[in-house]
C-alpha cells in the first residue's frame, strides 16, 4: 500500500472546505494507514479555484473535473458539487478505478442513482457517500445503544431537519450560493437536501422504511434565477412532512423545513423503545439525551450526557481532548475519512456506500411521489 | 342572579377531583360573580360517592346521575365520567335547562356531538368543555401573542402529546382506572384522549383544520378486560399520527402515542411564523420559549419565558402569589371555572363551548378516518 | 382529639394567604387527623382583614392579635406579619399554650429568638416555622437522597438564591409591600430573607455549619420610607456572599441578591458528594437533578427527574394528580400543614421546630458579623 | 515581514497538541500575515518528540529547551510546559529576542512572574499567554456586549471551574499525566489551574479585582508521587472558593474545585448589570444566555443564543461554517493565534501579554494567601 491518498477534490464550496480539512487533519488525530495528500481542486472560476488551491494547500488546481479524473496519481475523487453532477463525475470516476467519496444526496432521483451503483460496482472501487452526521459521536454511540438491545422492541422513530434561511422572497434562487433552491441543480428541496440525513440515520439506527406517506408545500412559488436575472418558479420543496412504517413495526415521523423561525440547523432524532429512548440535537451535538425505564423508580429521568469521555466510553472522543472538551461540526468529517481510508486499508467497505445511499434516495423518491398522489408509497426493495 | 352557583357532578375519578379543586379555590383567587356550592356527588358505587362528598365537601351523594339533573336545586351539571356516557348525561341536563360543563372529548364521534350541540343550543344553556389546556397561562400568553399578528403569517403548527404508561402488555382495559383502552368506553384511544386537546389548541391558535392525512397503530392487539375477565381484541389507537392543512394555509403535524419511554405527559406545541415562533411543553408548564426574529441580530435567541410575571403582563398570573412562583396543572382547572362564572355573569358564551368542542370531534374523527382509508380526508365544514 | 383544629391567623398578607390556602386544601388532598377550621384573621387594617376574611371563608376578623391569643377556641396561632412581631407574638401565644406556626426568619436576631425557643419549650407547645421549601417534593426527594447515603462522603454544598425587585432607586423602605427594606421590621436584608431558607434546607440536608466568613453590601444607600415620606439610609443588606465549613467538613458556598437581573426567585442548591450530586432550581421546582457516578460510564450524564411519580416514588406526589402533571409553589405549604397536623396528631414534634430555626438564626447572624469584621465567625453550638 | 512565522514548540502534552492544531489550521480559515511554520518540538523523551514531530509535521525535534532558544530562525517559543518551568525558558527566549506564546498559569508566584515581566519588556517582545477561553466566540460576545454598555452598571459577577477527575485516592501525583496535583511543578493546585481562568475572563469582563476573601481545602491529604514511588503530602489547594470585590464596586464570587461529581469542566460566569445579565457555560461554549430588562415585559426571559451567526454577527465566526453548525474548543487556540499573528503584524500587543497575566496571578497570589490568613487581602495594585 502506498504511503499516500491523493486527493482530487472537485467543488470548493462549503463542503469542499469541510471536506479539505478534514484530509488536513485525519493524520493529527487519527492513526491511519496513508497520508492524505492533496494534489488537486477542481472548480468552475479559475482564480477562486487557485485562491482555494493556495488557502488549503493543494498541489495545483484546474477547472475541469475531466482532467482530475484524466489524471493517474489520483486516488480518490471527492465530490463536492451540486447534486445534478454527481452522477456524470461519479461514473466517469469509477470507470477510471478512482476511489470516490460523493456529497449527499447520491443523485438527482433513483434512476440515476441506480447507474452509479452500477458503475462503481462495475469497476469495484470503493464509494462514500457524505452522510457526515452518523459519525458525530453522540449519533454514534446512539447507533451502539441501539444494537447492544437496549430499547428494546422500538416504536417510534421521529426526526425533523428545520431552518429558516429562506422565508425571506427576496432570496433568489440558483448560482453558488442558492443552488439548493434550483430545482435543476438540486432536484428537490427539503427532502433531498435535509430529510435525506434524517432518513440515512433513521435506517441506519432502525433499519428499511416500507412505506411513505407525505405532504410537501413551497410557499414562495417564484423567486429570481441568479443564472437568468429573471423571476421564475419554484420547482423545490420547501417543507415536507411525512409518516411512515419501518421493516421492524415502528412508525416514523419525519418534516423538514426552510421556513421555522429560529432554528438554524436544528437536526434533531428521537427513538422510543420498550426499555429505554434516545434524542438528539445537532444544535448540541456533543450531547445524547438517554431515558432508561429500567433505573430505579424515583431517579428515573433523561440523562444528558456530555459525549466527551474518554477510555474508549465515547466513540472517537479518545482522538481528541480531555473530558468535557467539545468537538464541532467538522470534526465529524475528520472521524468520516478516518473511517474511509481505515476500511480501505483493510478492503472493506465504508459505509455508507452508494448502494447504501441508494435506498436513501429511494425514501426520498417515495417522499416526493407520495406528496403528489396523496396516498402512501411503497418503497422499493430493489 | 344568584349569590350561589349550584354544582351536581358526576364523577368522582381524576377529573371529579380536579373540577370539585378548581369549585372550592376559585373564590380564594379569583372576582367571581357567584359562590360556587358544592351540592351533590354522584358516582357509581355507594360508599366511594360518599366518601368523596366528605372528603370534598359534598353536601349529599347520590349513584344515579338523572337524581342529580331532577334536582331543581342544581344550576349546573358537571360531566367527569368516560366519553360514552356525555352524550345521555348532557342532553337530559340540557332538557333540565342546567348549564353543563363537560370533560374532552365532547362524545364518542361526531353523529352523537351533534346531538349534544343541538339540545344544550335548542334549551339555551350556557356550556363548557374542559379543554384545561387552554388556561395554562403560558397557552393563554401564546394565544395572545398570536392574536396581536406578532408571527406574521404561519407556515407551521407542529404538536406531540406522548405518554408510556401502556406498554406493559399487563395493563388491563376496561374499569375505573383504564377506562381509556377499552374503546365502548373511551371512543378510541390516543386521538380522543389526547390529540383532542392538541387540535382544540392548535386551531384556538391557528384557526381550523382543513384536511388531514392519519396514520395508527395497535402496539397491543389483546388485553384482559376487567369487567370479563377474559383477553379481549383491544379497539382503541395506540398511537396516532396526522399532517394536516389549516384554512391559513399553514402545515399541521401532530402525533400521539401512549409508547413513548420516558414521557409521562409531554404534550407540546410549536408554531413558527414569518417573524417569530412560539413553544411549550407541559412538563414545564410554567414557560414558554419565544423567539422574535425582529431582535438585534448578535442578540437572537430562544426566550425561557418564566409566565409568573405580575402587573398584567402573563395572563392569570396577578391573582396567584409573586413573580417567579409558579402554579401546576391544578391551576388551569380554577382558570376555567373563573372564565366560565364569569362569562355566565355577563350572558356571554364560554370557549370552548358544545360547538366549538364539535369542531374538533370532527377533526378526530377525520383522523381515524384516514388513518383507516390511507389517504386525505376532507373535515366536514359543518 | 377533637375533630376539629382551630386556627387564628395573624397577618393577611402573601403568607397569609399562602397559609389559608393550605388550610383550605389540606383535607381534600391529605388524611390528617383534624379539620383545620379557619376562626380569626387578624390584621391592621380592618377593612382590609374583614375582606380577607370574606374572601378565605375565617369566620371572624380582629385587628389586635392579643384578641386571637385571647380567645379558648383557638387551638393553632399562624404568625404571618413582619419579622419585628414574631417574637411578641410568639411569646404571648406559648404562654396561652397554643401550639404556633410562624413565618421565617424565626425572629430579628439570635438573642430574640433565644427568648421565643425558651417560651414554646416552657410551655411545651408544638412549633413550626415555616422554612416551605423543605417540602418542595424534589427537596424532599434530595434529603432522602443523601439520607440513604447514595452520595458517599460530601464535598461540596453550594447555594443561590437570587432576584431582581430591588434594582430601581424608586422603591421605597417600609409599609406592607416593601417591610422588607426596612431593618426594622425585617431585622436583615437578603440574609434574613433569602438566605435564610438555603441555610435552613442546607443544615438539613448537610449537617450543622460551624463556622463562616461573609461580605454584605447595600447598592443603595437610601430610600424613602414609606412611613415617613422621608428619604432614609437603608439598613439593610442588598446582597450577601458567605463560604462556610459544615461539621462533616465539607465546604459551602453562599450568595444572595435582589440584584441579579432575570432572575425573580432563583433558588437553587447542588451537593456534591463523592458517589453522586443534585442540584435543584426553584424556577422549575418540580425536577430534581442526580448525577451517579455508578452509573455505566458512556451512559453516565445528569438525569433531569420529574418528580411527579407515583406509587411512593416520589415525595407527596401519591396526594395529587397523575405522573407528569406538576404541583406548584403553594402546594408546598399543603405539605407543610399536613405534616404538622400528622405530626401533633402522634404527640410528635414537626421540623423545623423553634429550636430547629434557632439553629440557623444563629448562622444568619455570624454572617452579618463576620461581614462587619471581614473575618472567620464561628457559629455557637448552642 | 517574512513569509513564514517560524515556531518552536516546547512540549508536546494536552497544550501541545491543542497549539499545534493552531498552528496547522490557522491559515485555512483566517487571512494571517504570515504562514506558521513548526520548526522544532521540544520536549523530555526523544522518541515521544520524534513521534509527535512526525505526526503533526514538525520539522525537526531535540529535548533541550535551550536548543530551540538558540537557532537563529525560530520566531515564537510556544511554552507548554508545566509551570515550573515557564520562567526559565520565558527568560532565556526573550533574552534571545523570541517572541513567546506562554500556556497559563504565568508563572509559579508572583515574584517569578515579574522577573518574567521585566525580561519580555526588556527585551521587547511580543508575549501572549494562552487564556485560550477570552477567544471562544461566545465568551467574547460577552466582552463586546458588556462594552457596549448595555449592562449598565455592574452588581454581581459569579464564575466556577468545576471537575471531578481527582476525587480517587488512587490518582497519584506527579509526572506527565499528573504533575498538577504536584504543588513543585504547579505552584498550586485548582486556584492557578482553573481559577486562573476565571480571573482572567472576570477581569477581561468586569475590570480589576482589588480585595480577595478565600477559602480552600485539599480533600486528599497525600498521594503515591509518580516519580519517587512513595507517598507525598500534596501540597495544592484541591478546592478553592473566594469572594472579592471589583474596583467598579462590584461583587466577585468565584469557586473551583476537581471534586464536583458529574461535571467534567463546568467552566461558567455570570453577569448581572442594572438592565442585563449573561450567562455562559463551558459545557455548551457555543451558546450565550442573555437576559435584557428592557425587553417588553411579557417577553421578558433568558435568551440561548446560538453563536453560530454570519455577517459580523457573532465574533469569528464569519471564518468557519455555516449558522447552526457549531465549533468546538480548539478553535479558540486557532482565535488565539489568529489574534496574536495579526496583532504582530501590526506592531500592536495581543492580549493578554504576559503584564496582563501578572495581574491575574496577583490576584491568584492574594487568594491563596488570604485562604492562609483567613482574612481580606489586597491585590497589590503594581
Keep these: 500500500m502506498a504511503k ?46 487557485k485562491a482555494f488551491a493556495k488557502q488549503w494547500g493543494y498541489e495545483s488546481h484546474c477547472t475541469d473535473w475531466r482532467q482530475v479524473i484524466e489524471r493517474d496519481d489520483i486516488d480518490v475523487v471527492d465530490i463536492c458539487v451540486p447534486n445534478n453532477v454527481h452522477a456524470e463525475i461519479a461514473i466517469a470516476a469509477a470507470e477510471a478505478g478512482k476511489m470516490i467519496i460523493c456529497e449527499k444526496p447520491l443523485a438527482l432521483d433513483v434512476a440515476q442513482a441506480r447507474t452509479m451503483v452500477e458503475a462503481v460496482e462495475k469497476a469495484g472501487v470503493a464509494t462514500l457517500v457524505s452522510f457526515c452526521y452518523r459519525r458525530v459521536p453522540a449519533v454514534t454511540l446512539a447507533k451502539a445503544l441501539i444494537d447492544e438491545g437496549r430499547l428494546g422492541k422500538i416504536f417510534h422513530y421521529r426526526s425533523v431537519f428545520l431552518q429558516d434561511w429562506t422565508i425571506s422572497a427576496e432570496v433568489p434562487q440558483g448560482g453558488m450560493a442558492t443552488w439548493r433552491l434550483d430545482v435543476k441543480a438540486a432536484g428537490s428541496g427539503v427532502t433531498g437536501d435535509l430529510l435525506a440525513h434524517c432518513i440515512d440515520t433513521a435506517m441506519w439506527h432502525n433499519g428499511p422504511i416500507t412505506r411513505v406517506n407525505a405532504m410537501t408545500e413551497t410557499f414562495i412559488k417564484e423567486r429570481v434565477h441568479t443564472e437568468t436575472g429573471k423571476v421564475e418558479p419554484v420547482g423545490i420543496d420547501d417543507a415536507c412532512t411525512f409518516f411512515c412504517r419501518f421493516e421492524n413495526g415502528s412508525m416514523g415521523n419525519f418534516e423538514s423545513t426552510r421556513y421555522a423561525r429560529g432554528h438554524k440547523a436544528l437536526y434533531t432524532f428521537e427513538i422510543n423503545g420498550e426499555h429505554a429512548s434516545i434524542r438528539w440535537d445537532l444544535h448540541d451535538l456533543h450531547r445524547l439525551e438517554w431515558f432508561d425505564h429500567r433505573d430505579e423508580g424515583k431517579l428515573r429521568g433523561w440523562r444528558s450526557i456530555h459525549v466527551t469521555d474518554h477510555g474508549g466510553d465515547h466513540p472517537y472522543m479518545d482522538h481528541w481532548w480531555v473530558p468535557g472538551l467539545a468537538i464541532g461540526y467538522a470534526e465529524a468529517f475528520v472521524h468520516q475519512v478516518a473511517d474511509f481510508m481505515t476500511a480501505v486499508g483493510k478492503g472493506e467497505p465504508c459505509s455508507p456506500t452508494f448502494r447504501e445511499a441508494l435506498a436513501t434516495q429511494k425514501v426520498c423518491e417515495a417522499v416526493l411521489e407520495s406528496a403528489k398522489s396523496g396516498t402512501w408509497v411503497e418503497v422499493p426493495a430493489d
Excluded: W
Design 4 to 49: 499516500q491518498l491523493n486527493v482530487g477534490m472537485i467543488g470548493y464550496g462549503f463542503m469542499g472546505r469541510a471536506h479539505s480539512n478534514a484530509y488536513r487533519m485525519v493524520t493529527n488525530f487519527f492513526d491511519v494507514p496513508q497520508e492524505p495528500v492533496l494534489k488537486v481542486i477542481c472548480g468552475l472560476v479559475e482564480d477562486e479555484a
